[in-house]
């Protein structure tokens, strides 16, 4: 038993260079594999749940000629990001998650919602797949066409592709980046908020924003609508002009069309077109809503279901040849609205004519009651303050159950 | 039985190799034809009084040899084959052994012990040969004191072979009485207190129950601290050995005795023989660790259940232990740097330093500071370098806020030190120590920064300057530098190295080439921080990193090239080659990281390719290693096009699947098949039946490490996502022995840290060769194959979480599997989804956990899960 050897590394590292080498090789390995594994898991998924949306949304109001209805039935979303022209304007259009205005304040709102300063600018999908990126408006117009640093967005690599949605703010040419809604291939449409932000923000770190490239991604700064959250929202700065303040629920699903689970607030404050304009930019002296029209007459917004605010005369609408599912713009005269129960009885409407061509959708009903309430009793900041303190007290307060524990 | 044999075993020690030849062939064939025979044949040389001592030694050694090897299935095949002996046979055998520990030859008698200690190794866990330790405790009280100087060695030998577990308390404390007893200060023998001291180190792992013993323990304890003011200076460096040794396994019963060793040990590092002061440094040394441990474990924070709690001995030592440390580094020997064997008083007193920097972290630097600045001027080298290690020893341990201030006076200091010391030692701790400030104060996560835009350049330049010095200083210079560019990794688009690199790159190169930059370890250490320096870059040197590939490739090629090599020449030629591979590797892996620098690189793929092909032929394991490295990496850059390359590399990936005895050489193999496999995807099916084959052989294989099995279980789900249902036909050879592991690593009950470690990297394993054959078969027509496992996959989820040992990587996967096992079979597996523990506690669990890659893929489950139960 001869003495041990007691030699300890003398001025040596702790590891040598050719295992750090085996130690990144390895955990490059395992980054591929979960990419891989991630891509398989979610590259069905997608289809799936997108041919579900486009099947589920395929509602005859929204569709003005019945071939597309066919066509949309075989979409996959990477037909979806190849098509072209009126097709690709149609099924974008109806993609998009819209905010409702909000009209009161939900409960919960420091403990189940987020907010942020919403970006001034065009409210866009982002679509990257076969090497090219496309942005389209609300509408499904195509606002840009660009190679960007998106996954499959700018050198053509796989089947990947990329649904972003936006809004494009022309002063700094940037994309902020608002929800995300398939990521190289993942859909995100089932997962929460609260998810899609966590993965929005990883996955735009990773490809850097792309600053070399024409158009920048850049993410907007996302908080928990306490108090601090929203005095931040409201009052910090951002490098955008503010357009009003976004809640988002955080267990929310991406959905297409309105919900009631993303909601849209805003003040002269935090945005310059707190009272709509015309199409000339001015603000008219009395409130303009665009209304669907239905087969009897009835006039309604574009929720699901619609709300009815009238109804027009069948000799008014012959004489004037309008037909079911256009578009039509009214004024709101000095009878105003009329609630009962909290639901609207009656509205003093004047029709003005058809709307502007490039209208997608009629108001929803949460618009025309923001757009009426600012004009005569805005739900104001103080009352969104509010509403979170005393939510925060309600919850200190001792409650009534009985602790067993 | 029994044959004569001396001849045979003088003429194996013969000077002339062809009679040395011709006796091993015949003790080869002797113990092939009659291995009993042969077995009593030697145990009757080595008992026998009358054979030569050099006959007896060997037969002896033969015997050992015999009883075990390193190499586990070996080992397991010598155990085995000694048990089968004929009882009687053994019996002789072991009683020749038992009576050759009372020869009057020394040799013989320590050769016997080393081999009752094999036998013992074997039959004792088997419950046989119970008399043993009482005849040999018997020995002890015999007269003769070479007698009881061979069986307490005997005892010690046994207690290093046999773990403590196999042998009943009363033999232990029999056992243990008999060492402590021939340790005593009253034993008058020298031999035989030296031998119960060297007895006394292994049998410390069996005194559990006497340690917590108070009187016991007080016993030992006086005992070992007697034996190390021994006159004999063996039994003072036996003794200190134990004393470290109980420090470690000991340490939460140290607390009434730590006064009186710090005592002890103190005197003997001042006063004693090197080999005595080294070992009374180690104690201290093994204490730090103990307690670096322990409060690494508990991060400071003691709760009433903490295991061990720290006593913080170091922490009340500091006052007298430091100055004592800082006497030992003036004692460095002339040439100690280049002398890669070396360790003395000033190594050993300077590393303990370092290891009290860690332990009690800000509380050192008032007691060093001052021996810094009294030496570090002075006209004796010796006193700038002790200063200098002094600085370089506590870098690591206090808080940045402590050191930085410090570091900023020192820093300029240091910089000219190393330019303009007269004394090479001095500038290789200078240089040293400069590395350690930039390992541990400079980087992302220190707040105040200590390179700055006015000291960057300085900096470099004294360190590629400094390259150019004798090779242990301009290997301590890279090794600077390598931290130097660490600490930039994470430093967003632009980097303060980067107007440097091309210059820094250069020097390097230049390193590499330098005559003498095999000493050292010059020439590793420039790659190395070439590696860094590389993996640090940012894009904006991304154009130089891709000159660097033709550099690299070309020195490659020279090294191809040459012939007629030496055997020497060969293993330097190799040696580089392993460098240059790493080099590439790392490169590629930088230049593939992104989609621009990948394209670009694409152009050199072909050469590339075909200089590691031609390295495979030079067959070392480290170029080996180093070259499939590479190639890993290269498959993820080519992707798809990998696929002309297989036809030539395909044997070598078999070679390496093959490598049991370099496991680090056959895992790197499985990870690279992984790497092809998303690659090339389903144009990977021609190999696949070869791979298949060699990973189940591997599975099998009871030679190659275990480290390597959960790799390859996760392979399969490489090879199964690349091929999809093609993978049908290895289902009925992979799934059983997925099943089979599974149920193996289900439970951990009983096991230790080190094993719930292993069997968690084997479950993540399994779990990923699941998930990849879920996904694999997800919309074919052939899913329904996989529908009979799926209850045993719930099962094995289910067991794994009720566990409760699963690591974080684990939950992640198996959270997985249930998502991918839910896709694939949808309403298949519904209801028994529905039925299981997983979907609901598990997956809950999942959900509401804080890691968010396992929140990730628990969205997925749950996803998947709803469409499966609602369609």
Known sequence: MAPHDLRRPFKRPKISDQQRRRELSLQRQAQHRRDAQQQARCLADTILSLQNDVAAEAEPQFESSPQSEEHSQDFDVRDAAKLKGAEARRWFAKQLMLPEWMIDVPDRLSSDWYVFARPAGKRCFVVSSNGITVSRLRNGAMLHRFRSSLPNGGARGNNSYCILDCVFHEPDQTYYVIDLVCWSGMSLYECTAEFRFFWLNSKLDEIGGGNDRKYRFSAVVVYNCDQEGLKAAYTGMVPYVKDGLLFYNKHAHYQSGNTPLVLVWKDENCSQYVVDTDSKGQVPDQQHVVLELLDDGGVVTSDDPPVKFGCLDSDFVQKTGLKTSYLLRFAIGEGGLCFADGKLEKADLHYLGKSNRARAFADSYSKVIFQYAVRHSPLKIEHLFASISSSNEEENTPCDTEMVG | MAMEVTQVLLSAQAVDSSVRKHAEDTLKQFQEQNLPGFFLSLSGELASEEKPVDSRRLAGLILKNALDAKEQHRKYELVQRWLSLDVGVKSQIKACLLQTLSSTSSDARSTASQVIAKVAGIELPQKQWPELIGSLLANVHQVPPHVKQATLETLGYLCEEVVPEVVEQDQVNKILTAVVQGMNANEGNTDVRLAATRALYNALGFAQANFSNDMERDYIMRV??????????????????????????????????????????????????????????????SICDEEIDILEEYGGEFTADSDVPCYYFIKQALPALVPMLLETLLKQEEDQDQDEGAWNLAMAGGTCLGLVARTVGDDIVPLVMPFIEENITKADWRQREAATYAFGSIL?????????????????????????????????????????????????????????????????????????????????????????????????????????????????????????????????????????????????????????????????????????????????????????????????????????????????????????????????????????????????????????????????????????????????????????????????MPYCDGIMTLLLKDLSSNQLHRSVKPPIFSCFGDIALAIGENFEKYLMYAMPMLQSAAELSAHTSGADDEMIEYTNLLRNGILEAYSGIFQGFKNSPKTQLLIPFAPHILQFLDSIYMEKDMDDVVMKTAIGVLGDLADTLGSNAGSLIQQSLSSKDFLNECLSSDDHLIKESAEWARLAISRAISV
């Not at chain 2, 200076?233 to 140290?254: P, T």
């Not at chain 2, 680090?664 to 092809?676: H, K």
């Open chain 2, 224 to 285: 070992v601290c007697e034996a190390t003011l021994s006159p004999d200076v063996k039994i003072r460096q036996a003794a200190y050995e134990c004393l470290v040794s109980i420090g470690s396994a000991y340490y939460d019963k140290l607390a009434p005795y730590i006064q009186d060793i710090f005592n002890i040990t103190s005197k003997a590092v001042r006063e004693d023989e090197d080999p005595v002061a080294l070992q009374a440094i180690e104690f201290w040394s």
């Open chain 2, 396 to 684: 690591e341990g206090p808080s940045p806020d402590k050191l930085t201030p410090i570091v900023n006076v020192a820093l300029n200091f240091m910089l000219t030190a190393l330019t303009n010391d007269p004394s090479s030692h001095v500038k290789d701790t200078t240089a040293w120590t400069l590395g350690r400030i930039f390992e541990f104060l400079h980087g992302s996560t220190v707040e105040t920064p200590i390179i700055t835009p006015a000291n960057c350049q300085q900096i470099i330049t004294v360190l590629l300057q400094s390259m150019k010095d004798a090779p242990n200083v301009a290997e301590k210079a890279c090794g600077a530098l390598y931290f130097l560019a660490q600490g930039y990794d994470d430093v967003g688009p632009t980097s303060p190295m980067t107007p440097y690199f091309q210059e820094i790159v250069q020097s390097l190169l230049n390193v590499t080439h330098r005559e003498d930059a095999g000493e050292s370890r010059l020439r590793t250490a420039a790659y190395e921080t070439l590696n860094e320096v590389v993996r640090c870059s940012t894009d904006e040197t991304a154009r130089l990193v891709l000159e660097l590939v033709q550099v690299i490739m070309t020195e490659l090629h020279n090294t191809l090239e040459a012939q007629k090599l030496s055997s020497d020449e060969r293993e330097r030629q190799n040696e580089l080659q392993g460098l240059l591979c790493g080099c590439l590797q790392v490169i590629i892996q930088k230049l593939g990281a992104s989609e621009p620098t990948k394209y670009a690189f694409m152009q050199y793929a072909d050469q590339i390719m075909n200089l590691f092909l031609r390295v495979f032929a030079c067959r070392n394991a480290t170029v080996h290693e180093e070259a499939m490295l590479a190639i890993g990496a290269l498959a993820y850059v080519t992707g798809p096009t990998f696929a002309k390359y297989m036809a030539d590399f395909y044997k070598y990936l078999e070679m390496g699947l093959q490598n049991f005895e370099e496991y680090q050489v056959c895992a790197v193999t499985v990870g690279v098949v992984g790497d092809i496999c998303r690659a090339l995807e389903d144009k990977i």
